[in-house]
């Protein structure tokens, strides 16, 4: 079974701070896929980043970056000098391979409020 | 617009109606994804397609759902006797074959309320 978990329920930070968001992730796969999407209050579903299994490289994009830690199992996402822009749901979700490549497995999010 | 689009963006139903929604995935697109989303949670899996051949059904997707991609191009998602536990978020999304390079990209979703 695959499952990802955000303890963070709720952070809510002011403008121009640097905001950490959690993952743990489970898989029994090898290889397998994970995903960050962003909901604003909008409803749609904003894909922001995939990082593969066998590539444990952090990523940084502008002010977004990502830490892939397979040791444990965490992917954890950081937003450097927050705007109030940045407020949304943050998911962290999960893709495995071989017969579980169809679905994503999501954690229950965290509402990240940028305040100004 | 060429992202994933679903209609209608709300709707709000009488228990035990019967509702329709429809997607429009990304054209090249030859997987398409139905998700559920209830208030608080994250997306769950309910069933998707790869062309028009609907490959996997979450056990989420009780008789009174049906959904169909005649012709692998949108796809229509009908909730039959609607109840109040069916008010939720439905999203579509698409994608490519998975490969190490593929994500889904998701719709605006709609939302039903069952009163």
């Known amino acids: 079974a695959q499952k990802v978990t955000q303890a963070q329920t709720e952070i809510s930070v002011v403008e121009k701070e640097d905001v950490t968001l959690d993952c743990v992730y489970e898989?029994?796969?090898?290889?397998?896929?994970l995903f960050w999407y962003k909901q604003p209050p909008s409803g749609e579903l904003v894909f922001l980043i995939r990082r593969n299994s066998f590539d444990e490289q952090n990523e940084i994009s502008g002010r977004y970056s990502w830490n892939f830690q397979k040791s444990t199992s965490s992917f954890n996402f950081t937003i450097t000098a927050s705007q109030v822009v940045d407020s949304a749901v943050y998911f962290c979700a999960l893709r495995g391979s071989g017969g579980s490549n169809y679905k994503l497995t999501f954690g229950k999010g965290t509402l990240l409020t940028v305040n100004p | 617009d060429t992202g994933v689009s679903q209609n209608p963006r709300h709707k709000i139903t009488k228990r035990g109606q019967n509702v329709t929604f429809r997607c429009d995935p990304i054209s090249e697109h030859n997987r398409l994804y139905w998700y559920r989303q209830t208030l608080g949670q994250g997306p769950e899996f309910l069933t998707y397609f790869q062309n028009e051949a609907q490959l996997e059904k979450s056990r989420l997707l009780s008789d009174r759902f049906s959904a169909e991609r005649p012709k692998g191009s949108f796809s229509t998602l009908e909730i039959q006797r609607t109840e109040q536990g069916d008010s939720a978020m439905y999203l579509c999304?698409?994608?490519?074959?998975?490969?190490?390079?593929?994500?889904?990209?998701f719709g605006q979703g709609t939302r039903l309320t069952v009163v």
């Open positions: 999304a698409s994608s490519l074959l998975p490969s190490r390079n593929t994500e889904a990209f």
């Open positions: 898989t029994r796969d090898t290889t397998y896929y």
